[in-house]
């Protein structure tokens, strides 16, 4: 998910439409490839182990760009807790919660983050939510309910861990967003994203390499092609993409534009995994889509 930097140039051009387009395809594909990924090695060690390359990839970019790399003192606990809830949480909540869920139920409850961050802004930043906002929220949950709760009872008890998890992610990448705008963390963006990934990743692959153990041979060629994919387009490509796409876009513009994400994760899953997309599945994505894009603008 995004680091979000903060950025003071707000003009509208093609180029960033073009990079943030960018990201939210590399980003979107993510969900099938992950699931896929899954099917022939651990969660936590496939997640971890590719952000920590994808991390160090990152750092060879911000020293090309000569971004600067070291981390004032002042600024090193609260990056290891931002880094903690929006990379580690998120990586490995997700990663768990598609042993339980489908690529496309995964991708629509990430629309969810938003919803989070606004929810947290108000104790925590003290912005109070407007009833607009509010009722737009409301709408977006209610989209994840759609495609959650439309499956029989016993299908979705046995969804419950992966839904859990990937609430939590989503939950805790909502609070670092809003700790981010409380204790600004002031450095470079590609310099910046290449430790909160490297942090966030860090213990991560530590646990997946005890507890998983995972096997190099155990993979395929599509396997490989699939780590590969998560290590230099997900960690490093869109990332890139993310920060020269913020400094060319309106944060709002930024925003919206991820929504983007969700509806590549669906459609891809469905062709990729031949996930079904069905009419449940449509207004599930189009009612918590809708909620969040009126929440944004709301703003």
Partial sequence: MSVVPR?????LSA????LLAVTSV?????????????????????RGLSGMVG?????????VQRQRLLVPRRM???LVLVSLLTISSWVAFMGLALVWLDAREAAVLAISIPVWVALLAWPVLGERLSPVRAAALTVALGGIFILIGGNSIDASIGKLPGLLMALAGAICVGLGTVLTKHFPLE?????LAAWQIGIGCLPVAIIGLLLEQPNPAA???TGWASLVYLTLIQFCLCYVCW???????PAATASIGTLLVPVVGVLSAAAILHEPFGMREFIALAVALGGVALALRAQ
């Fill in 219 to 221: 993979l395929s060629a």
């Fill in 26 to 46: 590399g980003w979107g594909l993510n969900f099938p490839i992950m699931k896929y990924l899954l099917s022939e090695w651990p969660p936590l060690s496939s």
């Fill in 15 to 18: 180029l960033g439409l073009v």
């Fill in 243 to 249: 920060f020269a796409a913020l400094e060319r876009l």
């Fill in 7 to 11: 950025t003071s140039r707000v003009r």
């Fill in 76 to 78: 090193r606990l609260r």
């Fill in 187 to 191: 450095m470079p963006p590609t310099s």
């Fill in 55 to 63: 991390a160090a990839a990152l750092a060879l970019v911000a020293v």
